[in-house]
Every structure is written in structure tokens, then in C-alpha cells.
């Protein structure tokens, strides 16, 4: 009995939290701010939402045309929550604070497994990644959007594996979490191959052309690192 007491308070917690994973998108408007958007689809994360979750329902939203143009607002969204306090960081999910105390208790009372994300467990391969991976070696300092841009222009099956825009967003997202790129810069939106990166793409960033993001113009040919953005990637390269 003292179970199952314990099972409907936790239950009229969480409905006083509102909503499913199913339920995110509900309420979003195109006028939206991103920290509303952004504040309201975590909340509804019962579990924690990862940013690929909150990236992918803001990219399915109304607001997702404004962040397909710019991703500078969601970025600088997730900082500020986080700043204020309104969302919390745990293993690698994010919760309002609200949501993470009945998360933590339904944990600790043995209702919910503890939830971990370990990059190193995320490892998939794919065409796409190759492709990413080659694009930030040639060009680093770009910024997710112009990758994605750069790999559907140069071939058509850059076209295809692009073609679903939250898939080709979410691998990026998974190489910088991994290491295999990392991000610079302003709100560190450039983008550059990272120190878990294999050893073929540091040899051609080594070579590659930096992109300045004010100007967004390729410095000359063969002046590889003459930004002031920063360096190619992020461990010196082995001569």
C-alpha cells in the first residue's frame, strides 16, 4: 500500500509538471522567443531531454525555419537558462529544475533507473560523418549550418544524406560531444576538427582554409591558419 500511495504522488507531481515527450511541441508559435521555446520543451522532457531532443522539436516547430536561417539563438538560449538557473545539467541530460527533484526521487525511491550518456558509447559511422568530418577539415570555421549547406552543394549524395535537415544537425551535434570536432569562437558556433579526431582529417586541416565568420570569405590560397579565429583544430599538428 505505502508503494503504491508513493506511485500516485509521484504521478500527480509529474502531471502538475506537464505533459510527454509526444506533447513538446504544443504551444510553440512562430513569434516565440527561443528561451520560451526552449524553456517549454524541457519542461516537458520528463526524464531529461538531450539538446539533440530539444534541437530536433525546435527544427520541427514553427520557429524552425528562424533556426535553420541562425542557430545563434538557440545556443545563446540554452546558455542563458542555464545561467539563470532555469535548466540543469545531469549526465549528460537537461531538466528544469522542477522536473530533475521528481526525476532524482523517483530515482532514489527505485522507480527510475539513473540515466547516463557516455559519449564513447554513441560511436556510429556514417557516410554523413565522412562527409562532415572532410568538409570542418577543409574549411574550418564554419558554422553547422554552412557545413550542412557545403556537403548538399559538392555532391549528390551529400544531397541525400542531407536531406532530412534534424539527422544531418544531430551529427554534428554527436561528433562535437565526442571530441571529433569541437566548436570556437563567438558562442563557439565554428566549428573545427577536434582532438579525438582521426589522424587523416588533422592531416588535411593542417592544409585546410579558415573561414572567418564576420566576413564568412576564404583567406587566399594556400595561407592555411591566417585567421585570427583560431587554430585549425585543437591540438597542435604532428609534424
Known sequence: MQ????????????AGVGGSQRDALDGIERTDTFIKA?????????DGATYDDIREAILKSPLGDKYKKSDK?????????KHRG??????????TPANLAIYQRKVAAGLKPEKSRVPASE???????????NTIARTPGLIAKDVIGQIRAESDLGRT????????YNAIARLKKRGV????????????IGANAPEEYKRIASAGVVVHLAKRTEAPSGTAGASGAGPLFGIAPRR
Open 3 to 14: 508503494m503504491a500511495e508513493m506511485l500516485e504522488s509521484e504521478a500527480a507531481l509529474l
Open 181 to 192: 570536432i569541437e566548436g570556437y569562437g563567438r558562442l563557439e558556433r565554428q566549428l573545427r
Open 73 to 81: 539563438g538557440f545556443y545563446t538560449a540554452l546558455a542563458k537558462l
Open 38 to 46: 526552449v524553456l517549454g520543451i524541457a519542461g516537458r522532457f520528463e
Open 161 to 168: 544524406l542531407t536531406d532530412n535537415e534534424n539527422s544531418a
Open 86 to 95: 532555469e535548466l540543469v545539467d545531469r549526465n549528460g541530460y537537461v531538466f
Open 123 to 133: 560511436k556510429r559511422e556514417s557516410p554523413l560523418y565522412d562527409l562532415a568530418l
